[in-house]
């Protein structure tokens, strides 16, 4: 079965910016995958073009085997658009303002009642029904606009710093919602700049740097460390002076003392292959190094983060592939991307229900 979001090769350049510069990926169905980089490395570009708000310069882009540029009707009813700003309205209530986006996807009459219905109590929007949709803290706007979403029961969630400018309070309701969702089975590519939040609820990370991938993993690989990562750190405590680890590493240069401890040191071993480590530790004790702990340590995914940057820094960015990709039929390339528009939106599919309960009112009791 092909991938939720597959991505081959793209770029989208602005002038002479490469804001996306060859990029590969796949999110299988039903994953959840965190996107993680800098400011201005090219996540909101690349969103904006799985959500079929921009084209590529060159490359391809697919959800559920859907072409972006060539199928956009089909990719919207897919996909559920959260963006990092969205627009509201003023003197609009909650249900009015999720009474309009219904009407405007083509739901009618009891459909569209049960789909207003099914999102309000899925985002606990019940008690801000008749709240002013301009009003709200950011943490309700930001439920408000997951309930937007979520009204035409999409497969694939693209999420854009969603959790930007939330309190903690507003991030864990925010987190749970998305869990529930991704047992729900819907696949869901979110972008963060909470690491440790993305960890926790991600099956991978995609980290992008100036427009290029740098590392598509899982979380729980990242925190053990890998090649990829420059290598895992090892705490080892050893029953005499701390300096028999040292005087040890001098004449072991494959590793490197991170940090010299009270009752022993902080080291780094290169890969993190296990029988690199057993060999080590079997090495040590040959050596006589009285080794009394030797255990893996675990790091925040901010320091495998900052750790993939800086081995970059030191090897050099990955070369970008080579732009050879075909130019997707039904549009001129040769036109600027942003020149022409995205074409209009969908009918709505038949969505299922998300959560039933029979509290909410119809502003005009759902004609
Ligand atoms: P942030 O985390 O700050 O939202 P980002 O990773 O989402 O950053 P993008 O918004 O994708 O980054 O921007 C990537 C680069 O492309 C930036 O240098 C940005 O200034 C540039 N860029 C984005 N949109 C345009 C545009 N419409 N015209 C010109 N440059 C643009």
Sequence with gaps: MSAAISVRNMFRYFGPLKAVDGVSFDIPHGSVCGFVGANGAGKTTTMRILATLDYPTMGSAEVCGFNVVNHPDKVRSLIGWMPDHFGNYEHMTVLEYLDFYARALGYKGEERRRRIEEVM????????????????????????????????????????????????????????????LAEEGKTIFISSHILSELGEMCDSLLFVNAGRIVHHGDAESLKLGSDATGGVYYDIQVDAKPESVSDWAILNPDIEIVESRKRGARIRIPTADPAQAAGLLSRMVRDGVRVVEFHREERNLEDAFIDILSQIEQDGMPASPPPLAQPQPGRDLSAPASAAPPPPFPPPPQAPPISPNPAVQHPDGGT
């Design 121 to 180: 109590n899925f985002a606990d929007l019940g008690p801000l029904a008749d709240r002013l949709s301009n009003k709200l803290s950011k943490g309700m706007t930001q439920r408000l606009c997951l309930g937007r979403v979520l009204i035409h029961d999409p497969q694939v969630l693209i999420m854009d710093e969603p959790a930007a400018g939330l309190d903690p309070r507003a991030r864990v309701e925010l987190k749970h919602l998305i869990r529930i």
